[in-house]
């Protein structure tokens, strides 16, 4: 019996797994894929919204702009990055002013600290890159980037130190309401729990219809990206938005925190909620509107497509509410943008919802809230990395040419508290293959070493999800012919 089990492992899940942690608590993180922050955690925009785009007196508002506050001194406590860059909304013209102007009236309601309406002349002299053609921009200080799924990690690999236990592979198929507490099916056997915390993304819907019918819908809609490689990565150095419209915020132009540059998304409904294709008119459609923000853009540059899903819903908020009929469930659903910028504060929120029900939430005198990362090679001076080689010959070892990992590194993901185990969940901590030849030089020599420390033979090594094998068979017997 838990106390607490919160389904799914994105950002939002990781979170509240994280502030529970505080706690003396029994408390389970059930994740459906073979790894955390598989979902939209790690397709998005990675931006941390100021918060004057969402309606002033909706949970939206004031989560996103908690959450902005409370981003820096997080990820400083978690080790991960997070620069406070600072954005600009841009207007074309006088017809977009009134929309610039609406969205200082909404910051300000909603308590965004320093905004700025600007003359297109000032927003060039902040920005010399963009385009003559804008007339005005909204200036929001607080503005920031992070890596997304770094920071879903990192929560967890914390609350996992201080005594959250995480289930993978392990979707929830059944779930039974047994008084005031869930008895939840999975291929791994039921679990049972006193309090229920659906943080499932895409799928809450169907999460909360295992228990009843929900009274939202999860209306997926689909984000396409480039990624750019760093030799763009200066093109500019505030995240740069459009005027939003009834799609979204608009196609956007940011630079990451790893210092490459991300230009994108569109927005279109999908049936599917696993359809992360991209298409030629999508791209199309972004690489004309990101031009009319930095006409300099070289998008031959592009070093990587990809699309995520947004957890859209029938409402225009935040679905964040307990079950009437059943009060120790709750949902927290509908995390679509400024989700990743709100996630601190709606484990807050989650959490005080949790104890108007009955949870008691006493710290514990041994929680450790800070967590060191793995030294990243590549921002250390000589004397730092050749005192990490003189420790560990493995960190000298350079593996990923392009983003500079080390054996150090990638073994050290392996055997973490919330270990890789594929490729890809080697890319997401460490970065190697995240750069211009995306895997093309170190990915075979990053296989061997996942089956080395797994001790699993190299075709059984996957790329990402469970199925997604490399290879099928040996290559070569090693025996000579004839």
């Keep these: 019996m838990y106390d607490v089990i919160i389904i799914g ?5 990781a979170a509240v797994a994280r502030r529970l942690a505080r706690c003396p608590l ?18 998005n925009s990675a931006i941390i919204h100021a918060g004057y785009d969402p309606e002033p007196g909706t949970l939206m508002a004031r989560l996103n702009v908690e959450g902005n506050r409370m981003m820096g001194p997080l990820c400083e406590e978690l080790d991960v990055p997070f620069r406070r860059t600072g954005s600009l909304v841009l207007a074309f013209g006088a017809d977009q002013q009134p929309r610039l102007e609406e969205l200082y ?79 939840l099916t999975t291929p791994r056997g039921d679990f049972a729990a006193r309090h229920v915390v659906n943080a499932a993304g895409v799928d809450a819907d169907k999460v909360r219809a295992l228990l ?33 419209g009834p799609e979204g915020k608009g196609v956007l132009v940011a630079p990451t925190v790893h210092g490459n540059l991300l230009v994108g998304p569109n927005a279109e409904a999908v049936e599917d909620r696993r359809d992360l294709g991209n298409t030629a008119d999508a791209l199309d459609f972004v690489r ?4 009319q923000s930095v006409p300099g853009l070289n998008l031959r540059q592009n070093i990587r497509n990809f699309s995520g899903i947004r957890a859209n819903t029938d409402r225009g908020d935040f679905a964040i509410e307990t079950s009437k009929a059943h009060p120790h469930w709750l949902d927290l659903a509908g995390i679509c943008s400024p989700g990743l910028s709100s996630a601190p504060a709606i484990a807050d929120y989650a959490a005080r919802l949790l104890a108007e029900q009955g949870l008691p939430l006493e710290e514990k005198p041994d929680f450790r809230p800070r967590r060191q990362a793995v030294p990243r090679f590549r921002e ?3 004397e730092q990395r050749a005192e990490l080689i003189q420790k560990d010959p493995r960190f000298g ?33 460490c970065n190697a293959g995240m750069g211009r030849c995306q895997g093309g030089f170190c990915g075979p020599r990053v296989q061997e070493i996942i089956a080395r420390e ?26 000579e012919e004839g």
């Excluded at 029994?26 to 397709?43: C, F, H, I, P, R």
């Excluded at 055997?415 to 080697?426: K, R």
């Excluded at 797994?454 to 068979?473: F, I, K, R, S």
């Design 212 to 244: 009843e019918s929900p009274d939202y819908t999860v209306r997926p809609n689909r984000g396409e990206y480039y990624l750019l490689d760093k030799t763009e990565g200066n093109q500019v150095s505030r995240v740069i938005f459009q005027c939003p």
């Design 397 to 429: 070892r350079v593996i990923c040419r392009c983003e500079t990992v080390t054996e150090g590194e990638i073994v050290a993901a392996l055997h973490s508290p919330v270990p890789a185990c594929s490729i890809n969940g080697i890319k997401r901590r």
């Design 9 to 13: 492992g994105g950002v939002i899940g």
């Design 454 to 479: 797994l001790g699993v033979p190299m075709t059984d090594v996957l790329m990402d999800q469970d199925g997604t094998w490399v290879l099928a068979c040996e290559t070569k017997t090693g025996k």
């Design 26 to 43: 029994k408390v389970a993180v059930l994740e459906a894929q073979n790894d955390v922050a598989n979902g939209t955690t790690k397709a």
């Design 105 to 183: 009236r909404r910051g300000t309601a909603n308590g965004v600290p320093g905004l700025r309406l600007l003359s297109g002349a000032e927003a060039r002299e902040l920005e010399p890159n963009l385009s003559q053609e804008v007339t005005g921009a909204l200036l929001a200080p607080s503005a920031g980037i992070v890596d997304p799924w770094g920071l879903a990690l990192a929560l967890l690999e914390n609350a996992v130190t201080n005594g959250v236990e995480l289930f993978r592979r392990c979707p929830v198929t059944a779930v039974k309401a047994d008084g005031e507490n869930f008895v």
């Design 380 to 382: 250390l001076n000589a």
């Design 288 to 291: 004309r509107r990101a031009l």
